[in-house]
């Protein structure tokens, strides 16, 4: 998705009311312990071209993820991929975005 195209959605969804999703870390790390692993994909649904990165659990158990300059959206849902799984893993409580962004 272009730029000019990413901002028409985000001011549709202002004008919606519509809040902040982030991507939560607790929810991320449970999942992939799980299915145990320790590497998968997070991006931004419909957004997964310009957003997607690959989220770690490090040795001290911390997620990390280079950083793709966001930390959720207001219009795209914040998604898991773990083998070609889909999995949405938005909250609302900031407080459990827990990624530590490289």
Not at 1 to 7: E, K, L
Not at 29 to 57: C, N, P, Y
Request: net charge negative.
């Amino acid at each position: 998705m272009d730029t000019m195209a990413a901002f028409a959605r985000m001011q549709a969804a202002k004008a919606a009311g519509n809040t902040m999703t982030y991507f939560d870390g607790v929810k991320i790390k449970e999942i992939m312990e799980k299915h145990g692993v320790t590497e998968a994909q997070i991006f931004l649904g419909s957004d997964r071209g310009w957003t997607e990165t690959t989220v770690q659990i490090d040795k001290k158990g911390n997620l990390t993820a280079e950083s793709i300059g966001v930390a959720g959206s207001i219009w795209a849902s914040p998604m898991l991929d773990i083998d070609g799984e889909e999995i949405e893993v938005g909250t609302k409580d900031a407080k459990r975005m827990t990624i530590k962004f490289k």
